[in-house]
């Protein structure tokens, strides 16, 4: 085994890690947004979005190996565990303030924090691979 090849195995590997941390957000968030959050005014709509682009990222980061996929996965997942955090600040993220941390917030967490950190090694390994 070369030493490129080990490292195209493991940008592979933290590729589909990164993807399905990104589809676990995904997932939570379809199913808050059809268990009710449809109905919140803006919080619903950018619900919908996480759904819709977390599928979409994560099934791009399995086939395909361009870098522009895990560039999006760090930007959704940073984005996503942003809006989360923002939630629990006294101001809220638009209007939506959180108290507490039910499981659906824990499995956001922890999908999205999983997904970001892959997604950022992911894109290491290209850039480093470039040289």
């Known amino acids: 085994m070369t030493a490129t090849s080990t490292r195209t195995d493991s940008a592979t590997g933290l590729r589909r890690v990164a993807a399905l ?13 059809l268990d009710g959050w449809s109905a919140v005014t803006v919080t ?35 984005l996503s565990l942003a809006a989360l955090a923002l ?3 006294p ?11 039910d499981i ?9 924090s999983v997904g970001l950190f892959a997604a950022a090694l992911a894109l290491l390994a290209w850039w480093r691979g470039r040289r």
């Open 44 to 78: 619903g709509p950018l619900f919908a979005l996480n759904a819709v682009a977390g599928v979409v990222i994560a099934v791009a980061l399995i086939a395909s190996a361009h870098w522009a996929w895990r560039f999006l996965a760090v930007g959704f997942n940073a």
């Open 104 to 112: 659906w917030q824990v499995m956001a967490l922890v999908s999205e």
């Open 87 to 89: 939630s629990h600040t």
């Open 91 to 101: 101001r809220g993220f638009f209007g939506l303030r959180e108290s507490y941390w």
């Open 21 to 33: 941390g990104t589809a676990v957000s995904a997932v939570v968030h379809g199913y808050l947004f």
